[in-house]
């Protein structure tokens, strides 16, 4: 069974920077994609970026293309979230997937078999 523990989150005042980090266990993570996703209060669970089985390929929510950086150590068995730049509408707990079987990234939860708990980012202004 393939389990994911995010750490890193707490609060930050607005422009400030966070690194989430997400550590698997019962699985290496090496040659599957992993994703960051993030849910705020009242709302749906969105994505916010993933990354590939190799680390070649990533993709990022408009909202924070250019501010956040997902990356994976793969001899750590771990996936990180470097998040900059940060504004109050980042807070939300934010949550680490990876797929069971697939290489390529993904956008889609549907895509995702395995999440972790969660980590709470709050963001003040």
């Known amino acids: 069974q393939v389990q994911l523990v995010e750490s890193g989150g707490g609060l930050v005042q607005t422009g400030g920077s966070l690194r989430l980090s997400c550590a698997a266990s019962?699985?290496?993570?090496?040659?599957?994609?992993m994703g960051w996703f993030r849910q705020a209060p009242g709302k749906e669970r969105e994505f916010v970026a993933t990354?590939?089985?190799?680390?070649?390929?990533?993709d990022y929510a408009d909202s924070v293309q250019g501010r956040f950086t997902i990356s994976r150590e793969n001899a750590k068995n771990t996936v990180y979230l470097q998040m900059n730049s940060l504004k109050p509408e980042d807070s939300a707990v934010y949550y680490c997937?990876?797929?069971?079987?697939?290489?390529?990234?993904?956008?889609?939860?549907?895509?995702?078999?395995?999440w972790g708990q969660g980590t709470r980012v709050v963001v003040s202004s």
């Open positions: 997937a990876t797929r069971k079987l697939g290489w390529n990234i993904r956008k889609g939860e549907e895509s995702y078999d395995y």
């Open positions: 990354i590939g089985g190799s680390g070649a390929s990533t």
């Open positions: 019962g699985r290496t993570i090496s040659g599957y994609a």
